[in-house]
């Protein structure tokens, strides 16, 4: 399973992205798909995650401003960006829970990240 993140941008603060990232290759299932960001120095941190039945979390500090969605059929996973701050600066990552086969073991599988930057 390969995954492909793409939306990332350079944004004024206030302002909004949306994230996209795309399972590909040998799927027999995706459980949650996911968003982490990382800040240099700092460990990767979950921003939001979606589940199979659409259960959604999120971080804190991006509740009512972020909101992930996920398309099963195409197994993509969207994140939506609103009202960024420059405390969002971070190169973003996606992740999807899945297997490849009906008796494969469900592992994270994870994308290449994408940077995202908001200037104040």
């Known amino acids: 399973v390969q995954l492909q993140a793409s939306g990332g941008g350079l944004v004024q603060a206030g302002g909004s992205l949306r994230l996209s990232c795309a399972a590909s290759?040998?799927?027999?299932?995706?459980?949650?798909m996911g968003w982490y960001r990382r800040v240099p120095g700092k460990q990767r941190e979950l921003v939001a995650v979606?589940?199979?039945?659409?259960?959604?979390n999120y971080a804190d500090s991006v509740k009512g401003r972020f909101t992930i969605s996920r398309d099963n059929a195409e197994n993509t996973v969207y994140l939506q960006m609103d009202s960024l701050k420059p405390e969002d600066t971070a190169v973003y990552y996606c992740?999807?829970?899945?297997?490849?086969?009906?008796?494969?073991?469900?592992?994270?599988?994870w994308g290449q990240g994408t940077q995202v930057t908001v200037s104040s």
């Open positions: 992740r999807a829970h899945g297997r490849e086969s009906l008796y494969g073991t469900n592992r994270d599988y």
């Open positions: 290759g040998s799927i027999f299932s995706i459980n949650d």
């Open positions: 979606i589940f199979s039945g659409g259960r959604t």
